[in-house]
């Protein structure tokens, strides 16, 4: 809900070539990783090549949605709109069940409630758009 403190109005993603699965699984509700075949890795952000061994040999999955934080902050003033109108807000990294850390915020809490090592589960922003992309925004919020 805009306006409403820890609540944001997100700028809409762009899904390129390589993001696409990421987005469109949001839009979803299901966050979507990418895991290798070659080595196992998992990795986010989605890349077109597995960032530890270089293989092309890729898989989308959905993932747990489960984390926690690993670190945060709160932002208190920023001028620029949308996220003007949502101060307090948290910016966090969130370290998922699966590995990669996500930079992402942390919504539905009193941002003075966020601690690190808190349990988190994903939850999609779908802002209205006029492309008919079915995309959403992840974030998280206490498990
Ligand atoms: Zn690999």
């Known amino acids: 809900m805009p306006g409403m403190p820890g609540e944001l109005r997100h700028p809409l993603p762009y899904a390129s070539w390589e993001t696409r699965g990421y987005w469109e ?3 979803r509700g299901e966050l979507v990783l990418q895991r290798c075949g070659a080595c196992g890795s998992v990795q986010h952000k989605p890349r077109a090549i597995c960032a530890t061994c270089l293989s092309d040999d ?7 949605g489960r984390g926690e934080v690993h ?3 709160v932002t208190n003033q920023n001028q620029q709109l949308p996220f003007r ?4 807000y948290v910016l966090a990294y969130v370290e998922l069940e699966e590995g990669p850390r996500l930079l992402t ?9 966020v601690r690190i090592g808190q349990a988190v589960v994903a939850d999609y922003w779908a802002g209205e758009r006029e492309d008919g992309e079915a995309i959403a925004v992840p974030r998280f919020r206490p498990a």
Not at 58 to 64: I, K, R, T
């Open 85 to 88: 109108d949502s101060c307090p």
């Open 25 to 27: 699984g949001a839009g």
């Open 71 to 73: 670190t945060y902050t």
């Open 58 to 64: 890729l898989e989308h999955f959905v993932a747990s």
């Open 105 to 113: 915020n942390v919504v539905g809490v009193d941002p003075a409630e």
